[in-house]
Nanobody, 123 residues
């Protein structure tokens, strides 16, 4: 079965960096649409970054220029490099996988999800 396991979250001061990882198994990772989403307390889940099977990326406006999504097909692992972190980036971050991208993003209602990793940015 599909399994997504996130890691790399933690607490960091504003301006710092973190790299999230998502170890994937149970599907053909290289052909899937992968993404990172986040949800802060009291807020709706939002897309952060996504990467299609051809390597093309999509980003939320709020993270453009600061976050970079990448993947290693040989390791079946998705990454999110987060630089210049801000307190408003504080959230639970989730990895998502879908058999296809729609407008550059996994379909949240049809995809698979990990359990999440917490990112906390202090000012």
């Amino acid at each position: 079965q599909v399994r997504l396991v996130e890691s790399g979250g933690g607490s960091v001061q504003a301006g710092g960096s973190l790299r999230l990882s998502c170890a994937a198994s149970g599907f053909t990772f290289s052909s899937y649409c992968m993404g990172w989403f986040r949800q802060a307390p009291g807020k709706e889940r939002e897309g952060v970054a996504a990467i299609d099977s051809d390597g093309s990326g999509s980003y939320a406006d709020s993270v453009k220029g600061r976050f970079t999504i990448s993947k290693d097909n040989a390791k079946n692992t998705l990454y999110l490099q987060m630089n210049s972190l801000k307190p408003e980036d504080t959230a639970m971050y989730y990895c998502a996988a879908d058999s296809m991208c729609v407008w550059g993003w996994p379909r949240s209602d049809l995809g698979h999800w990990g359990q999440g990793t917490q990112v906390t940015v202090s000012s």
